[in-house]
């Protein structure tokens, strides 16, 4: 027999039988359109919490990286930095016990060198002037610089009084820079140039000699691969470099601890909690493939009669499948781009009310962040999930008007009675 193409016969028949049609096609719209809410709505309210309890967690606790090793020495740290699993390692080395300046009596302020990598861990990079370079240069947070009345303009006079190994200092320095001071924290920094921790050298590895003396000492921040398994990693790290992480007796024990930030990570990559939400997920499919296929098979009844003359005239049943499949997804083109957009606000709003309501932080709910991960997350989900239920949704009311008898089809009324209902 020969072939013909009729492929463009079949998309004008479609769009032109919607055209007339359209109560039901506002039904088959909104069905879908539900479902891309219901599902943007889910994934969004997911990712957004996710990363912004993430986001609350880290700006608590004043770094971002995944564990912090406490008071080692330069060679501690250059000897555990090589670990492989470790992408970045950031130092912060203190260069005063304490800060005693009058006016910082009710918020403690830390006084010390960071490397860049450090600057960006502990959020420290200056918004405005630049990093100290000279021995006398110096970068505050903005909350220390009110305490102290200073204004925040490059080059102003910075007097400081401080201890370092039980003998007090004083030195006024020059202001290069400045950052915004984190308001989850209830802790200042003063950060000096590598210059004045090179000539102060040799004060400082005398302080650090001293028992109970921070001048000296560095804190190195550790950010690994992932923020999975942070504990375990730790653990390996300080183990292959020769350092024990347990027993507090040992000469080679190093004090570390965990950013809290990243300990529910752990939680959710347990193995229960990911069939538990896999087994929600699908149930949540199910519901939403049987009430689009119901939908859609009210649509095929509906068009009975439009089918069964189609039949009549000689048109197959493949041609009639692909008729309908078309149909579906010219309502779909219109019903879920109107649901993604709906439900990815409405998840934003569930997100921030969420957050409120379970949050500890005194500004949850009053800032959602994203990243390019949790996006391609929402985006994925929102739109791939909803593409396979309306796929999967579309095949048996697909099958009906292909079996439809051309005979009967064609006695059945050109408008379904109970279509008003």
Same mark, same amino acid.
């Given at each position: 027999?020969?072939?013909?193409?009729?492929?463009?016969?079949?998309?004008?028949?479609?769009?032109?039988?919607?055209?007339?049609?359209?109560?039901?096609? +506002?039904?088959?719209?909104?069905?879908?359109?539900?479902?891309? $809410?219901?599902?943007?709505?889910?994934?969004?309210?997911?990712?957004?919490?996710?990363?912004?309890?993430?986001?609350?967690?880290?700006?608590?606790?004043?770094?971002?990286?995944?564990?912090? +090793?406490?008071?080692?020495?330069?060679?501690?740290?250059?000897?555990?930095?090589?670990?492989?699993?470790?992408?970045?390692?950031?130092?912060?080395?203190? @260069?005063?016990?304490?800060?005693?300046?009058?006016?910082?009596?009710?918020?403690?302020?830390?006084?010390?060198?960071?490397?860049?990598?450090?600057?960006?861990?502990?959020?420290?990079?200056?918004?405005?002037?630049?990093?100290?370079?000279?021995?006398?240069?110096?970068?505050?947070?903005?909350?220390?610089?009110?305490?102290?009345?200073?204004?925040?303009? /490059?080059?102003?006079?910075?007097?400081? /009084?401080?201890?370092?190994?039980?003998?007090?200092?004083?030195?006024?320095?020059?202001?290069?820079?400045?950052?915004?001071?984190?308001?989850?924290?209830?802790?200042?920094?003063? @950060?000096?140039?590598?210059?004045?921790?090179?000539?102060?050298?040799?004060?400082?590895?005398?302080?650090?000699? $001293?028992?109970?003396?921070?001048?000296?000492?560095?804190?190195?921040?550790?950010?690994?691969?992932?923020? %999975?398994?942070?504990?375990?990693?730790?653990?390996?790290?300080?183990?292959?470099?020769?350092?024990?992480?347990?027993?507090?007796?040992?000469?080679?024990?190093?004090?570390?601890?965990?950013?809290?930030?990243?300990?529910?990570?752990?939680?959710?990559?347990?193995?229960?909690?990911?069939?538990?939400?896999?087994?929600?997920?699908?149930?949540?499919?199910?519901?939403?493939?049987?009430?689009?296929?119901?939908?859609?098979?009210?649509?095929?009844?509906?068009?009975?009669?439009?089918?069964?003359?189609?039949?009549?005239?000689?048109?197959?049943?493949?041609?009639?499948?692909?008729?309908?499949?078309?149909?579906? @997804?010219?309502?779909?083109?219109?019903?879920?781009?109107?649901?993604?957009?709906?439900?990815?606000?409405?998840?934003?709003?569930?997100?921030? @009310?969420?957050?409120?309501?379970?949050?500890?932080?005194?500004?949850?709910?009053?800032?959602?962040?994203?990243?390019?991960?949790?996006?391609?997350?929402?985006?994925?989900?929102?739109?791939? %999930?909803?593409?396979?239920?309306?796929?999967?949704?579309?095949?048996?009311?697909?099958?009906?008007?292909?079996?439809?008898?051309?005979?009967?089809?064609?006695?059945?009324?050109?408008?379904?009675?109970?279509?008003?209902?």
């Amino acid at each position: 027999m020969l072939q013909n193409n009729n492929e463009a016969i079949i998309k004008r028949l479609a769009k032109r039988k919607l055209r007339t049609n359209s109560r039901s096609n +506002l039904t088959v719209v909104f069905a879908i359109a539900l479902i891309g $809410i219901l599902f943007s709505a889910l994934f969004t309210m997911g990712a957004c919490t996710f990363e912004t309890l993430q986001y609350y967690g880290v700006h608590q606790a004043g770094t971002r990286a995944h564990a912090i +090793l406490k008071s080692v020495t330069k060679d501690q740290a250059d000897k555990i930095r090589v670990n492989s699993n470790i992408r970045e390692v950031g130092c912060k080395l203190f @260069v005063a016990d304490s800060v005693d300046n009058s006016e910082l009596s009710k918020r403690p302020v830390e006084m010390s060198y960071m490397d860049e990598t450090a600057l960006r861990m502990n959020f420290s990079i200056p918004v405005s002037g630049k990093r100290p370079q000279k021995e006398n240069e110096i970068i505050v947070d903005t909350v220390t610089l009110e305490q102290l009345g200073i204004p925040a303009e /490059t080059g102003a006079r910075v007097p400081i /009084t401080y201890t370092v190994g039980g003998k007090h200092e004083k030195a006024n320095f020059v202001l290069s820079g400045w950052w915004q001071s984190e308001p989850r924290i209830n802790l200042g920094d003063i @950060v000096v140039s590598k210059a004045y921790a090179d000539s102060h050298t040799v004060e400082l590895s005398a302080s650090s000699a $001293i028992g109970g003396s921070r001048a000296g000492m560095i804190d190195a921040g550790l950010y690994f691969d992932n923020g %999975i398994n942070i504990d375990g990693k730790l653990h390996h790290a300080l183990s292959v470099s020769g350092y024990d992480w347990n027993n507090t007796q040992s000469p080679t024990y190093i004090q570390s601890e965990i950013n809290p930030a990243y300990s529910f990570i752990d939680t959710i990559i347990k193995p229960k909690s990911i069939l538990v939400l896999i087994g929600m997920l699908l149930l949540i499919i199910s519901a939403c493939y049987l009430m689009l296929s119901n939908t859609l098979r009210i649509f095929v009844r509906n068009n009975t009669h439009f089918y069964g003359m189609l039949k009549a005239l000689g048109t197959t049943g493949s041609q009639l499948h692909r008729l309908v499949r078309r149909q579906i @997804v010219l309502l779909t083109s219109v019903g879920l781009p109107c649901g993604l957009i709906i439900g990815l606000s409405l998840g934003e709003i569930l997100a921030s @009310v969420t957050l409120a309501a379970t949050s500890t932080d005194h500004m949850a709910g009053s800032e959602i962040t994203f990243t390019i991960g949790s996006i391609l997350f929402i985006a994925i989900g929102s739109l791939l %999930i909803p593409l396979l239920t309306v796929f999967l949704g579309m095949r048996k009311p697909c099958r009906m008007a292909r079996e439809i008898s051309a005979v009967e089809a064609i006695k059945a009324p050109d408008k379904n009675p109970e279509q008003s209902k």
